[in-house]
């Protein structure tokens, strides 16, 4: 696990381990936590990197984990989520869920909260793993829930994006989509989730609006789509050559839906940013940086200018 500098690259610490790590690193009171494929969760301290505790867990990971002000809270493939205190790793609460989450949990309002293979939102107590609440959805979600903080978003079956409430599970809304999601991410610098399909994006404020629509430009042959902000994506490809469009948005007026029609986006930027395939982007909306990480184990950042240029 490596720690950089957002502003130059530098790098401040590196801590091994003896398997790959399972996705990205979770961070809470100080703390860096992350799983590796060999099931064992790892605590590192976040300023120097100073290893705190290992703990071998007793099942699989099914995700990375989840940091808490009360521990750190990983899925396991035995159907159980588990919560190990932040001191010393030894776990501090074990919860039956009746089937794996699919994927990490999600931090909820006091809660942590996932959704299983079959189909249940199930919501625990951070602190104590108590079920707060369950919610059965008509059709199992293919992918993974995303959080706001207060609000939860899944898409049960693909073709329908629900928003239910973090505190109580209360569905608060469900919105029909045109084309089938392949991944959700949380709205850019505001509450809200961004869907994205295999054409565009869509992003809708937490009252269920539809704020922006956004359709790409036809992708050229294995490129994916990294939404940047309102008017701005990325798209990489397996070769490491990444584009950046900016998007002429429509304003329809006040309380009404923004359209952006085909066409509209134009590529301002492409070239050869790694030299392996790109495997994740994530953004820094207010600084205008975006970090893009490659299968040849590098990190890069790039600076996005706001004016379009």
Request: charged letters at 20%.
């Amino acid at each position: 696990m490596y720690a950089a500098s957002a502003s130059d690259g530098r790098a401040l610490w590196r801590t091994a381990s003896d398997d790959a790590p399972w996705g990205g690193p979770s961070c809470a009171s100080g703390l860096v936590v992350w799983t590796d494929r060999g099931g064992t969760l790892h605590a590192a301290i976040a300023p120097d990197g100073r290893v705190a505790w290992t703990t071998k867990l007793p099942a699989p990971p099914v995700g990375p984990a989840l940091a808490t002000p009360h521990g750190a809270v990983v899925a396991l493939a035995d159907s159980t989520l588990r919560a190990y205190a932040n001191h010393d790793g030894k776990q501090r609460w074990k919860t039956k869920l009746g089937a794996p989450f699919l994927g990490s949990p999600c931090a909820g309002w006091a809660s942590v909260v996932g959704v299983t293979a079959r189909g249940d939102v199930i919501a625990c107590s951070a602190e104590k793993g108590t079920i707060q609440w369950r919610r059965k959805l008509p059709e199992p979600s293919r992918l993974p829930l995303v959080s706001d903080g207060r609000s939860l978003y899944l898409c049960p079956g693909g073709a329908i994006v629900t928003s239910l409430d973090a505190r109580s599970g209360r569905p608060r809304w469900a919105r029909g989509l045109p084309q089938p999601a392949t991944r959700l991410v949380p709205a850019m610098g505001r509450r809200g989730i961004t869907v994205v399909d295999a054409t565009g994006y869509r992003m809708y404020d937490e009252s269920g609006r539809c704020i922006v629509d956004v359709r790409a430009e036809p992708n050229r042959a294995g490129e994916e789509l990294f939404p940047l902000s309102e008017s701005a994506y990325l798209t990489a490809n397996g070769s490491g050559e990444v584009a950046l469009y900016y998007v002429a948005t429509v304003d329809a007026g006040p309380g009404r839906t923004r359209d952006v029609p085909s066409g509209i986006s134009h590529e301002t930027w492409r070239g050869p940013v790694a030299h392996g395939a790109v495997v994740g982007v994530a953004a820094h909306p207010t600084r205008g940086l975006v970090a893009v990480s490659s299968a040849d184990g590098i990190l890069y950042a790039l600076t996005i200018p706001r004016d379009g240029s």
